[in-house]
């Protein structure tokens, strides 16, 4: 089974930024989690700070099984984004790692939820444990 983790904008400056809100993990360690939880999974795992680059990459993800995004800020308002991840064809989930509709009111709205198998906040490094069980029990249902 191979599942794609894309980490959007800020994602690499995990464990410095805001650990009170988003854990003291680093990006790499959530990735190091995943791989260890999970060893039955060819993980690939990118991250950009470039809308463009994640437009590219959702749209080459046809050989992947699952995929799992968290966009950071580009949840909010990117539609182009939206756009890409509606037209992934694998079961796909959304993670955040802080409970979005409990920050401030722009967080809120998140753009690629409704089209999202899975959908997990505010569990820190575990939203990205949760999405993958429930994801990895949809591919096999």
């Given at each position: 089974m191979k599942c794609l983790v894309v980490h959007g904008p800020n994602l690499n400056m995990l464990g410095k930024r805001n650990p009170?809100?988003?854990?003291?993990?680093?990006?790499?360690?959530?990735?190091?989690?995943?791989?260890?939880t999970y060893p039955e999974v060819d993980f690939t795992f990118y991250q950009s700070n470039h809308e463009g680059a994640l437009i590219d990459l959702l749209q080459g993800s046809d050989e992947y099984n699952m995929l799992v995004i968290n966009a950071g800020g580009l949840s909010h308002y990117s539609v182009s984004l939206r756009d890409a991840f509606e037209l992934v064809t694998c079961k796909k989930a959304v993670v955040h790692l802080s409970d979005i509709e409990q920050r401030e009111s722009f967080r809120h709205i998140d753009l690629l939820k409704p089209l999202a198998d899975v959908y997990v906040?505010?569990?820190?490094?575990?939203?990205?444990?949760?999405?993958?069980?429930e994801l990895i029990e949809k591919h096999l249902h």
């Open positions: 009170d809100v988003y854990g003291s993990f680093t990006m790499q360690d959530i990735n190091q989690l995943l791989a260890e906040k505010g569990l820190k490094a575990q939203s990205y444990v949760l999405a993958i069980k």
